[in-house]
């Protein structure tokens, strides 16, 4: 997937958005599928084909694009229901919120890495080093707490998970932040890269227990199964869902 990837964004951007913006809406469906085995009745065609005009927007007109489709969303949400049987406007209120929780926690979110994609000044660089800073701090999370985690971080969220990890991951990501981030990155100064590797190491270990948090509600180990071993599209860019709207909003501070 990552091959795939980096040859679509040397290809060119819009590439990327595409392929970058199909794995999204496999994990937007993903998601769909689990809340309907679960008992939920999300719209789930409708969901996907905002989450697809979700991300086109935020790529091609930005933050307003994505609020209106957003909202447009919500409205149609509404509609879906009305338009259906009796029988399937049962919990509505639940089932709408399911559908926009879809939207937002997939496409919306993820809308903030196409973004960050799009700006002007190396906008492919950019947005690589996010990704790998998010993955950089996740693998060394795991291997410090494999091998030395002793104190859970969230035992009844994610026992696995441990403040010795987050320390490794913490100190891991600073290095590199500040030895490559500078030098990759321009118009970064050091200060500046180190402000990055704060956002990355505070927002990746929520998004993953944000997303952990769910999975224990629904009484489920994965969201898919598509990658196997690792589980579905959302267990491996649940960092990143956070990290990149945070990072976005970094950059306005800074810039």
């Known amino acids: 997937m990552a091959v795939v990837a980096l040859i679509a964004l040397w290809i060119a951007k819009a590439a990327f ?10 994990g937007q ?3 769909y599928a689990t809340l309907s085995r679960k008992g939920h009745q999300p719209a789930t065609a409708l969901g996907l084909a905002v989450g697809g005009l979700i991300i086109a927007g935020a790529y091609l007109r930005g933050e307003s694009a994505m609020v209106f489709f957003v909202a447009l969303g919500l409205f149609l949400s509404f509609l879906w229901y009305m338009a259906a ?3 399937s406007r049962e919990n509505l209120i639940g089932n709408v919120g399911a559908t926009m929780l879809g939207i937002l926690y997939g496409p919306f979110l993820a809308g903030f890495v196409f973004m960050l994609l799009a700006q002007r000044n190396a906008g ?3 947005m690589l080093m996010v990704i790998a800073l998010v993955f950089l701090y996740d693998i060394a999370a795991y291997a410090f707490g494999s091998f030395w985690g002793s104190r859970p971080l969230a ?5 696995r998970k441990s403040w010795e990890g987050v320390y490794g991951g913490t100190a891991v990501t600073f290095a590199v932040a500040a030895a490559f981030v500078p030098a990759i990155l321009s118009y970064f100064s050091l200060t500046q890269a180190i402000g990055l590797a704060i956002v990355v190491v505070v927002f990746a270990p929520l998004g993953d227990l944000i997303e952990s948090l769910m999975k224990r509600d629904l009484g489920v180990k994965d969201m898919g199964s598509v990658l196997p071993g690792h589980g579905g599209v959302l267990d491996r860019i649940d960092s990143v869902l956070l990290v990149a709207p945070a990072v976005f909003y970094y950059l306005r501070l800074i810039f």
């Open 17 to 26: 958005v595409v392929i970058g913006g199909g794995v999204v809406l496999l």
């Open 124 to 126: 492919r660089a950019l």
């Open 85 to 87: 049987p009796l029988k």
């Open 155 to 159: 035992p009844t969220i994610s026992p």
């Open 29 to 31: 469906a993903e998601f």
